[in-house]
């Protein structure tokens, strides 16, 4: 397959993507295009939609990546999918299991790139965190990814890839027979929160997301997908429209002077045509509420100044605040807030009126808490200039 160029804009992939051996891989494929990929491969028209449903529930319902196994198609018919087709994950290259019981995976995805995901269990309920692209044209400040030079964006397939894996290793496929709804889910949740900027990589992460919701596989509710934004303004209202998910947005200061230095992207969209955007997110995708995700960083966002403004700034969008400590990586320019000046941050906002959590930081003895990822084999840093060119700031 061909690298996808990156472009803020979206990226239309060639219509079945191949692999060198000629074959397709079917995860990541909507509905509509499994049902054209079996046509292409000499499914009769008329059986096409039969088939692509029973592969679809072998594929994302069971885990199966054997066409050998799909005991209700004939077997000649198994012998051509295989021929034409695979059904094939990302490579898991490492897992690391934190002290807190946290999960992290190092996937390679094709070209030799890679990725990490989180698993993060809780009490009641398991959220996996995954990542969008490969890098990220963005620099925010604070952000360890973003020093990480981006090589390309996820195709669905490594997207929904990702959950795939996930699954595998938390050995969470029903059995024959076994409802899905039968013990609690051990994956419960998604986050996209990994690396990357989901909405530079729109009709991947919507197609994904899609899979990932369809009743008759993952089978996700959409109220457990959350999807995180530094404030790709247009892309905003495409969300609530074509993916429906929760929302959250890196918002992380209160005036345009420090947005500016932490998030950059907030040169090209300040916050006032952010919170434009916000306020209408909750109606427009009918979900509850927006998370704005507010990094802790001493001396720079977190005083009880601040805490006043972004009250006053949120007025009227039914919000939570997520505060997060700063997570370390080597190299970092900030230090994590005191913990009082952090307590003092949150009373601010609860008085005001609005759940204000601290995020425990999950994961930190394996470099797998919220802004520590960054792949071993892509270390080079880029340059601003064409972090900036690439962003189109
Ligand atoms: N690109 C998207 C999603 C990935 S980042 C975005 O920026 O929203 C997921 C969250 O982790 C964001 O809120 C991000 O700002 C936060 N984050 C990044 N680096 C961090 C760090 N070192 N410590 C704590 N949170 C961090
Ligand atoms: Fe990219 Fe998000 Fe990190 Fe910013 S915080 S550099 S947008 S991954």
Redesign the pocket.
């Known amino acids: 397959m061909t690298d996808t160029p990156i472009t803020p804009d979206v990226t239309a992939l060639p219509r079945l993507p191949k692999r060198a051996d000629g074959k397709v891989n079917l995860v990541g494929l909507t509905r509509p295009r499994l049902r054209e990929a079996l046509i292409a491969a000499g499914t009769p028209e008329k059986q096409a939609k039969m088939r692509a449903d029973q592969l679809w529930q072998w594929i994302y319902q069971r885990g199966e990546a054997d066409f050998a196994a799909m005991t209700n198609l004939a077997k000649a018919y198994r012998a051509t999918l295989a021929e034409h087709f695979v059904i094939e994950r990302p490579e898991v290259v490492s897992k690391q299991v934190s002290a807190d019981g946290t999960r992290k995976y190092l996937v390679r995805i094709s070209g030799g790139h890679e990725v990490e995901v989180v698993y993060i269990p809780e009490e009641d309920r398991g959220t996996l965190c995954i990542s969008s692209q490969v890098g990220?044209t963005?620099t925010?400040s604070?952000?360890?990814?973003g020093t990480q030079k981006l090589v390309r964006n996820l195709t669905a397939g490594e997207i929904v890839g990702q959950i795939m894996v996930a699954r595998d290793d938390l050995d969470e496929w029903p059995n024959p027979g076994e409802g899905s709804d039968l013990r609690p889910r051990l994956l419960s949740n998604i986050v996209?929160?990994?690396?990357?900027?989901?909405l530079y990589n729109f009709e991947n992460v919507r197609d994904a997301m899609k899979i990932a919701m369809d009743p008759e596989g993952i089978s996700l509710s959409r109220r457990r997908i959350t999807l995180?934004?530094?404030g790709v303004v247009p892309e905003i209202a495409r969300t609530a429209q074509e993916i429906g998910c929760q929302l959250?947005?890196?918002f992380?200061a209160t005036t345009d002077e420090v947005r500016d230095k932490l998030v950059p992207i907030n040169r090209k969209w300040p916050i006032a045509a952010l919170l434009d955007a916000l306020r209408a997110y909750p109606k427009a995708s009918n979900s509850e509420r927006i998370t704005f995700?507010y990094?802790m960083l001493k001396g720079v966002n977190d005083s009880d100044a601040d805490a006043r403004r972004l009250v006053q700034l949120i007025r009227g969008i039914p919000a939570k605040i997520n505060l997060?400590?700063?997570?370390?990586?080597p190299g970092?320019p900030h230090e994590r807030s005191d913990w009082e000046r952090i307590e003092s941050f949150a009373d601010i906002i609860y008085k005001a009126g609005y759940a204000s959590p601290i995020r425990t930081p999950r994961g930190e003895d394996i470099m797998a808490?919220?802004?520590?990822l960054k792949s071993a084999t892509e270390r080079a840093r880029k340059s601003r200039a064409q972090v900036e060119a690439d962003a189109g700031l």
């Open positions: 990220c963005l925010c604070f952000c360890h990814t996209l929160m990994g690396m990357g900027e989901p995180s934004t530094s959250a947005v890196s992380h995700e990094v997060i400590p700063f997570n370390e990586w970092a808490a919220c802004g520590q």
